[in-house]
């Protein structure tokens, strides 16, 4: 864990303590995403993990923006793999974990801000942007239309 948006080294220590005694205390199987979910998560990865079940299940494209969102997209793969294919990580949190979460679901972050400041501001600079990327696809001509050379990588 780390300090999100802003958490002082004394609120930062209590919630490091509180962490451990509740993974002491519960004892999650960590194998078991139900029972992760029931023992240490909060009714905010709950939901946002049906959320991600939900848009995969309709094949609805679905931003994850920041640790929290990491943390239940995982859930999510582990009860339905294919969950990940609709998921968009709008950034990287500066969360310690945030980076990793990332890398598990083999997702990598749109915009690379170096964030921390919480409240879904990674999704409100993604979604402006969508827009203009699905704009210039939607009215560009193609390289064949504009008479452009097909773009060959080099070796």
Do not use: W
Request: charged share 20%; hydrophobic share 50%; glycine share 12%.
């Amino acid at each position: 864990t780390g300090r999100g948006a802003g958490l002082s080294s004394e609120g930062l220590e209590q919630k490091i303590r509180t962490i451990e005694r509740a993974v002491e205390l519960n004892q999650p199987k960590s194998a078991d995403v139900i029972d992760i979910l029931a023992k240490v998560g909060g009714l905010d990865i709950a939901g946002l993990t049906g959320v991600f079940l939900g848009a995969a299940a309709a094949g609805v494209p679905v931003v994850l923006d920041g640790f929290i969102a990491a943390v239940a997209a995982l859930l999510a793969k582990q009860l339905a793999p294919a969950s990940s294919d609709v998921m968009i990580a709008s950034h990287c949190s500066k969360e310690p974990g945030a980076a990793l979460a990332l890398e598990m679901l083999g997702l990598k972050p749109v915009i690379y801000g170096d964030f921390h400041l919480g409240e879904g501001s990674g999704a409100v600079f993604l979604f402006p942007m969508l827009d203009q990327i699905f704009h210039l696809y939607e009215k560009l001509p193609s390289f064949q239309e504009g008479k452009i050379e097909t773009y060959i990588p080099l070796k």
